[in-house]
């Protein structure tokens, strides 16, 4: 579990909390889980170029990188809207040494 969430995962109770807080607190939390998700998404796509990848892998990880932190800001940009904290940054993960 511990790896998942160091790679933005959320927690079971988390995503459960979505159905019973007021809407717009479940928006909140919404946004936040999904910042900390896509944060993971860019680390993990940018792991992958350590591993000089082959084109077709390098071409997707790229790509996942572009249109995660495009969404990292219209997710920051609705929170701001909602006077509501944006989470911070991800620390950094390494892939294990082969």
């Given at each position: 579990a511990g790896m998942a969430q160091g790679m933005g995962m959320a927690?079971?109770?988390?995503?459960?909390?979505?159905?019973?807080?007021?809407?717009?607190?479940?928006?909140?939390?919404f946004l936040q889980l999904m910042h900390r998700h896509h944060q993971g998404g860019v680390m993990?796509?940018?792991?992958?170029?350590?591993?000089?990848?082959?084109i077709d892998v390098a071409r997707m990880a790229q790509g996942i990188v572009s249109g995660q932190r495009l969404e990292l800001k219209i997710i920051e940009s609705?929170?701001?809207?909602?006077?509501?904290?944006?989470?911070?940054?991800?620390?950094p993960m390494r892939m294990p040494a082969k």
């Open positions: 927690r079971q109770a988390e995503v459960e909390r979505l159905s019973t807080l007021p809407v717009p607190q479940a928006e909140i939390l993990m796509a940018e792991q992958v170029f350590e591993t000089n990848p082959q609705f929170l701001r809207q909602r006077n509501a904290s944006i989470p911070a940054t991800l620390p």
